[in-house]
């Protein structure tokens, strides 16, 4: 009987295609889908950088360096696509792809990334994203990272999907969807999701297509020209105005987590002078004046009006 089984084995492997009996195909480059600009790479065995092109492959210990008002798209063998802005550096510190298994770690050095991934079940699978002392864990996830090392901040805007932010204190499991916490020096600077732009989401959707992305103005939605070179790269074209808002509420929330309340409603007021709509301070507004009555913060502080949108 074994004689018979072990003629049986040999007779099929010579009968069926050879295909049936290769091993599971291994990757160790993600391609690039789509980009624009300029984008330099730094290579593993140290020769000269080169510059990416559509259709062109990054791999393990490549450092991928995006120059400002540019932009890239990857995508690995698995589907995911990951979005790199203008202004960022991110290293492939780990790259392997094989069967099941998808072993990805990425170093945000500077700047943004924008993530669509897939899910993968496999246990010797991860995907990991670190930036400074804060390590993201992301599965099927949408979801953007921004990070700047000069002041250790890291911004997460989670759309939905499974994604997990590991600091020095706790191991953040992201539910509430379209939700968005900061990071500062490895600690996370608010106790409750902030709520994300709509703009956000609508802007993260047009950079995979690879559309011009809209700024929001007052109540509409307007298409200005090259914005998605100018609103979600950083330049100091149409983005000036949500970049300066960004930054006064990110203060205000520092002003807030040190028990300075006052300050921060200043400074969220003033985020809403330059840009009356941003929703995060509105909403950070309206939880302040529930908190402390005492301030005396009217609806009118978080409908707030700047005097060069009244009409005279």
């Known amino acids: 009987m074994r004689l018979q089984s072990i003629f049986l084995i040999t ?37 000269k950088p080169t510059a990416l092109q559509t259709g062109s492959t990054v791999e393990k210990g490549d ?13 690995t063998h698995k589907g995911d696509r990951i979005g790199i802005k203008g202004g960022s550096v991110v290293a492939i510190d780990e790259y392997y792809i094989e069967g099941p298994d998808r072993q990805i770690r990425l170093l945000l050095q500077k700047g943004d990334l924008l993530l669509r991934t897939n899910g993968c079940g496999s246990r010797q699978s991860f995907f990991e994203v ?20 000069a002041k250790n901040h890291l911004n997460v805007q989670y759309f939905n999907g499974k994604m997990t932010v590991i600091d020095k204190d706790i191991e953040q499991k992201f539910k509430t969807e379209y939700s968005e916490h900061n990071w ?40 200005a020209d090259n914005l998605l070179g100018d609103v979600l790269r950083g330049s100091e074209g149409g983005s000036s105005d949500l970049k300066q808002a960004r930054d006064l509420y990110h203060e205000g929330w520092r002003s807030y987590n040190a028990g300075q309340f006052k300050s921060a409603k200043d400074l969220w007021k003033a985020s809403l002078a330059v840009k009356p709509d941003y929703q995060n301070a509105q909403s950070s507004l309206r939880k302040l004046s529930e908190e402390h009555p005492e301030l005396k913060i009217e609806e009118s502080d978080w409908k707030y009006e700047s005097q060069a949108q009244k009409k005279p």
């Open 184 to 223: 500062e020096n490895g600690k996370m600077t608010e106790e409750e999701p902030l709520p994300v732009d709509e703009m956000d989401k609508v802007n993260f959707d047009r950079f995979f297509n690879a559309e011009d992305l809209l700024q929001q103005i007052g109540n509409n939605f307007l298409l």
């Open 63 to 75: 450092i991928i360096n995006v120059y400002d008002q540019s932009w890239v798209i990857i995508k």
């Open 130 to 149: 670190n930036t400074g002392n804060v390590v993201t864990s992301v599965n099927e996830v949408q979801a953007t990272l921004g990070y700047l090392p």
């Open 11 to 47: 007779l099929l492997s010579l009968l069926l295609p050879p295909a049936l009996f290769a091993t599971r195909p291994t990757y160790n480059e993600a391609n690039v889908e789509k980009l624009d600009g300029t984008i330099m790479v730094q290579h593993a065995d140290g020769s």
